[in-house]
T-cell receptor, first 112, second 115 residues
Framework: NAGVTQTPKFQVLKTGQSMTLQCAQDMNHEYMSWYRQDPGMGLRLIHYSVGAGITDQGEVPNGYNVSRSTTEDFPLRLLSAAPSQTSVYFC???????????FGQGTRLTVV | AQSVTQLDSQVPVFEEAPVELRCNYSSSVSVYLFWYVQYPNQGLQLLLKYLSGSTLVKGINGIEAEFNKSQTSFHLRKPSVHISDTAEYFCAVRPQRGGYNKLIFGAGTRLAVHP
């Protein structure tokens, strides 16, 4: 049982480049989210989805796009990378109700 | 809106000593409360959650957390720590209604256990 799988684990981008962080879950969870983790700030919600075809913005959405064409996948796109997007990114999924969120192992992104 | 404050950014402690990690929250709606742990270079793992009922929730290896509604707190305690408990601990809340993936996290508490 793989749970939540994120790829890549590490990435270095140049300012202005674009890329997609991949997230896949095999638990048939409806709810998926992307967070970024920065020192001293905990995790902050970027975008989330309540099901295939439905997404919405979280606390820090600027500079990121998402889509959800299937239940399993929830990619995060950086349109034009900036140094301020250097962070560790986590994808999470949950079944809803009273269940907790399950997290991937994270993607460490550096923008130079 | 919700917010979470973890009162200590770092907690150094000696092995086999007790520890308490403090968490306070603010919310205009009813919330569920969680403690997650993050070991170096890993994702977050759930330690404990408070949904309803008994205000004392217990996990494995003696870990527990107590929900206090009047003080809006959810402090985590462990009676005896080990080197392997060295990690970052996050307190989080989410609305009981409709907030299935809207976790609000505290800034984290880095627990360092020394021999």
């Amino acid at each position: 049982n793989a749970g939540v799988t994120q790829t890549p684990k590490f990435q270095v981008l140049k300012t202005g480049q674009s890329m997609t962080l991949q997230c896949a879950q095999d638990m048939n969870h409806e709810y998926m989210s992307w967070y970024r983790q920065d020192p001293g700030m905990g995790l902050r919600l970027i975008h989330y989805s309540v099901g295939a075809g439905i997404t919405d913005q979280g606390e820090v959405p600027n500079g990121y796009n998402v889509s959800r064409s299937t239940t399993e996948d929830f990619p995060l796109r950086l349109l034009s990378a900036a140094p301020s997007q250097t962070s560790v990114y986590f994808c999470a999924s949950s079944k809803g109700g009273t269940t907790e969120a399950f997290f991937g192992q994270g993607t460490r992104l550096t923008v130079v | 809106a919700q917010s979470v404050t973890q009162l200590d950014s770092q907690v150094p402690v000696f092995e086999e000593a007790p520890v308490e990690l403090r968490c306070n929250y603010s919310s205009s709606v009813s919330v569920y409360l969680f403690w997650y742990v993050q070991y170096p270079n890993q994702g977050l793992q759930l330690l404990l959650k408070y949904l309803s009922g008994s205000t004392l929730v217990k996990g494995i290896n003696g870990i527990e957390a107590e929900f206090n509604k009047s003080q809006t707190s959810f402090h985590l305690r462990k009676p005896s720590v080990h080197i392997s408990d060295t990690a970052e601990y996050f307190c989080a809340v989410r609305p009981q209604r409709g907030g299935y993936n809207k976790l609000i996290f505290g800034a984290g508490t880095r627990l360092a256990v020394h021999p």
